[in-house]
């Protein structure tokens, strides 16, 4: 069993800050790549960063230069440094994990999710 857990959402305004930070815990052997993905009202959930347990990461375009993925491996933690924030930033923002359990291949977990509202 693994949870994973996000905190950190909440309401800015435009050009403010916000972090997220996600938790794993539970039968973790080791995690592999840790992401966030986002849902805004009436659209599909989309990718919106995601490092490798080597550090390497990768942004989708909109959110390039303005958002910051990292993580904590000692702790099984990952974060989304969220700056100069616009409305259509505004989500549910989920964190996911490609977790290893003793035993098994690995498997894609997620948050229950932390909204995020930027107003204008």
């Known amino acids: 069993q693994v949870q994973l857990v996000e905190s950190g959402g909440g309401l800015v305004q435009a050009g403010g800050s916000l972090r997220l930070a996600c938790t794993a815990s539970?039968?973790?052997?080791?995690?592999?790549?840790m992401g966030w993905h986002r849902q805004a009202p009436r659209k599909s959930r989309e990718h919106v960063a995601t490092?490798?347990?080597?550090?390497?990461?990768n942004y989708a375009e909109p959110v390039k230069g303005r958002f910051t993925i990292s993580r904590d491996n000692a702790k099984n933690m990952v974060y989304l440094q969220m700056d100069s924030l616009e409305p259509e930033d505004t989500a549910i923002y989920y964190c996911?994990?490609?977790?290893?359990?003793?035993?098994?291949?690995?498997?894609?977990?997620w948050g229950q999710g932390a909204q995020v509202t930027v107003s204008s």
């Open positions: 539970g039968s973790i052997w080791s995690i592999k790549s």
């Open positions: 996911s994990a490609d977790v290893v359990v003793v035993g098994r291949p690995f498997k894609t977990y």
């Open positions: 490092i490798t347990d080597r550090g390497s990461s």
